[in-house]
C-alpha cells in the first residue's frame, strides 16, 4: 500500500547536523512532489521544504533557509532531508508527506523525532 | 509567512454543526484558492480532509465541507460525531512552491 517512512531522528547538540530520510513505496514516487512539514510537541503543524517531482528546485520557510537542504533520489524512491546549524528550536517531529498535485498533502509518514539539546 | 489564524477551540454536541474558520491575508487565503484542511488525533499524522478550500479528498465523509470567503477559509462538520473530536489545521498555498498552516483548533464532541 501507499506508505512514507521516515528516518534519522535523534538528539543532537546545537550548531550540529543530522540528514533525515523518507522511503515511499506504493505510488510512483517520481511523479509526486514532496514535502518536510513538523510539529512541535504539543503545538500546531509547519511547513518546512517542498522539492518538485524532477528535484529541479528546492522550496523552504524562512525559518529553516540556509540552513536545511531537501533532496530526493528518484532512483531509490527516497527523499532527504540535510539539517544544519540546528537550534533548539528545530526540536520537533517530523513527517514527509506527498504532494497531492493539487497543492496538498494526500499521504504522510509518521514522523521522526529531532531532539536539538545540550 | 506568518501562519494563519484558527481558533484555539471549537466544540459542539454529537448531531450538531460546528464550523471552524482560517483567516489569511489578501495574499495567501484571498488570492488562491489552494486552503486544504488536515485532521489530526492525538498521536497520529495529518490526514487530508479537503483541497482545492471544497474538494473532498477520497474517502472523506461528506459531512465535512470547505468554503472560503475573502480571506477567510471555513471548514463545516455536520452531524458531528465522537470520532470527529481532533485537532484541525488549515493550510494555504502562498506562491513560489510555497505554503503555511494555520495554528490548529482543537475540536471537543460534548
Known amino acids: 500500500q501507499v506508505q512514507l517512512v521516515e528516518s534519522g531522528g535523534g538528539v543532537v547538540q546545537p550548531g550540529g547536523s543530522l540528514r533525515l530520510s523518507c522511503a515511499a513505496s506504493g505510488f510512483t514516487f517520481g511523479s509526486f512532489g514532496m514535502h518536510w512539514v513538523r510539529q512541535a510537541p504539543g503545538k500546531g503543524l509547519e511547513w518546512v521544504a517542498y522539492?518538485?517531482?524532477?528535484?529541479?528546485?528546492?522550496y523552504y520557510a524562512d525559518s529553516v533557509k540556509g540552513r536545511f537542504t531537501i533532496s530526493r533520489d528518484n532512483s531509490k524512491n527516497t527523499m532527504h532531508l540535510q539539517m544544519d546549524s540546528l537550534r533548539a528550536e528545530d526540536t520537533t517531529l517530523y513527517y514527509c508527506?506527498?504532494?497531492?498535485?493539487?497543492?496538498?498533502?494526500?499521504?504522510w509518514g509518521h514522523g521522526t523525532m529531532v531532539i536539538v539539546s545540550s | 509567512q506568518s501562519a494563519l489564524t484558527q481558533p484555539a477551540s471549537v466544540s459542539g454536541s454529537p448531531g450538531q454543526s460546528i464550523t471552524i474558520s482560517c483567516t489569511g491575508t489578501s495574499s495567501d487565503v484571498g488570492f488562491y484558492s489552494y486552503v486544504s484542511w488536515y485532521q489530526q488525533h492525538p498521536g497520529k499524522a495529518p490526514k487530508l480532509l479537503i483541497y482545492?478550500?471544497?474538494k473532498r479528498s477520497s474517502g472523506v465523509s461528506n459531512r465535512f465541507s470547505g468554503s472560503k470567503s475573502g480571506n477567510t477559509a471555513s471548514l463545516t462538520i455536520s452531524g458531528l460525531q465522537a470520532e470527529d473530536e481532533a485537532d484541525y489545521y488549515c493550510?494555504?498555498?502562498?506562491?513560489?512552491?510555497?505554503?503555511?498552516f494555520g495554528g490548529g483548533t482543537q475540536l471537543t464532541v460534548l
Open positions: 522539492i518538485p517531482y524532477d528535484g529541479s528546485n528546492t
Open positions: 493550510c494555504s498555498y502562498v506562491g513560489a512552491s510555497t505554503w503555511v
Open positions: 508527506a506527498k504532494d497531492s498535485g493539487t497543492y496538498a498533502s494526500d499521504i
Open positions: 482545492d478550500v471544497t
